[in-house]
């Protein structure tokens, strides 16, 4: 069972960054891929950005050239370091996690989530 441990967020105001990390533990597999999702007040969950194991990226639209997300896999942490934040970017921010068996089969988890907060 994978446990994932968000840390990193809290109230700035607009223009300014943060950044989020996750801590992965638990792995028997191995970790594939990791993502960040974010989910604003009354809305669903949104993807914002993800790495995949081998290294490629992708990023949500709303983030591109602003949002940089990074992993040590030596120490499995996600990094999201976040630059240019505006009031839009308000919301819980999760870690996701993923790991496959070499036939396939795949477990998925998710962290807590921490609050990310931008004041105009």
């Known amino acids: 069972q994978v446990q994932l441990v968000e840390s990193g967020g809290g109230l700035v105001q607009a223009g300014e960054s943060l950044v989020l990390a996750c801590a992965a533990s638990?792995?028997?597999?191995?970790?594939?891929?990791m993502a960040w999702y974010r989910q604003a007040p009354g809305m669903g969950r949104d993807f914002v950005a993800t790495i995949l194991k081998i290294g490629s990226t992708n990023y949500a639209d709303s983030v591109k050239g602003r949002f940089t997300i990074s992993r040590n896999y030596a120490k499995n942490i996600l990094y999201l370091p976040m630059g240019s934040l505006n009031p839009e970017d308000k919301a819980v921010y999760y870690c996701y996690a993923d790991e496959c068996a070499p036939k396939g089969l795949c477990w998925y988890y998710w962290g807590q989530g921490t609050q990310v907060t931008v004041s105009a």
């Open positions: 638990g792995s028997a597999l191995g970790i594939n891929s």
